[in-house]
């Protein structure tokens, strides 16, 4: 059993920054991949990143060159870098883990993980 907790969450204006941290209660080096997930009110949760065992990174493009996924084993813990934030970021952000190696596009999909956060709000306003 894998538990992870978000922070990192709040308010900010449009083109501010935040960063997001995803702690895991077991050791992160076991994991295959790490994603960050969002999910807007009367929306579908939507793919954000992932990041792979090899450090490897996919994103959607909505957040290409804005958003940088990185893990620290070390840590147990993976981020999510957040720059030129627009409102349409707005979402609860959710940590996941996938204990299955696939290719990292494979990672874009809701079945590949294996355990979910609960989630922090991020709001950005205009």
């Known amino acids: 059993q894998v538990q992870l907790v978000e922070s990192g969450g709040g308010l900010v204006q449009a083109g501010g920054s935040l960063r997001l941290s995803c702690a895991a209660s077991a050791r992160t080096s076991r994991t295959f991949a790490m994603g960050w997930w969002r999910q807007a009110p009367g929306l579908e949760r939507e793919f954000v990143a992932a990041?792979?065992?090899?450090?490897?990174?996919v994103y959607t493009d909505s957040v290409q060159g804005r958003f940088t996924i990185s893990r620290d084993d070390a840590k147990n813990t993976a981020y999510l870098q957040m720059n030129t934030l627009k409102p349409e970021d707005t979402a609860v952000y959710y940590c996941?883990?996938?204990?299955?190696?696939?290719?990292?596009?494979?990672?874009?999909?809701?079945?590949?993980?294996?355990?979910w956060g609960q989630g922090t709000q991020v709001t950005v306003s205009s």
């Open positions: 996941a883990a996938a204990l299955t190696y696939y290719s990292a596009s494979y990672y874009r999909l809701l079945s590949a993980y294996d355990y």
């Open positions: 990041i792979s065992w090899s450090a490897e990174a």
